[in-house]
């Protein structure tokens, strides 16, 4: 019996340690259109207006997985899994701008960078990660 007990627990503990809660980050998007800031919207993948692409569904937990909540910049990667990367890209295509990250609302982007390193091209796609701050500027 006390054999049974043991191998229930290591069973649990085994499946508990093995088991993907995903993530929650908060990398923060500044954007400047000709040297004034730019507001991120908030509600970006909550309200169906800022919602364009579905595509990442699978690994939201009840909105987009890449989200903001007000227009502070904070973008909210919260996905159930930790073995995907997720992009500014992606971001972008929910929000419904270009994935590619060529424009915003219209406006080229001119520059990116990530904590102060300038990204080698402005439509450079970015890994998202906790706490990095991305700078877009856009001109236009």
Known sequence: MLSLVALAVIGVAFVAAS??????WHPILSITRNGSPYTVPAQIGIDPSLYKDH?????????APLHTHDTTGKIHVEV???HRDFTLHEFLAIWGQPSDGSSIDGHPVTSVTVDGVQQASAKGDVVLKDGEKIAMT???
Do not use: A, E, F, P
């Not at 595509?55 to 937990?61: C, E, M």
């Open 55 to 63: 595509s990442l569904d699978q690994y939201g937990i009840g909105m």
């Open 80 to 82: 159930n899994t930790s």
């Open 19 to 24: 088991y993907d809660r995903g993530v929650h």
């Open 138 to 140: 856009l001109s236009g």
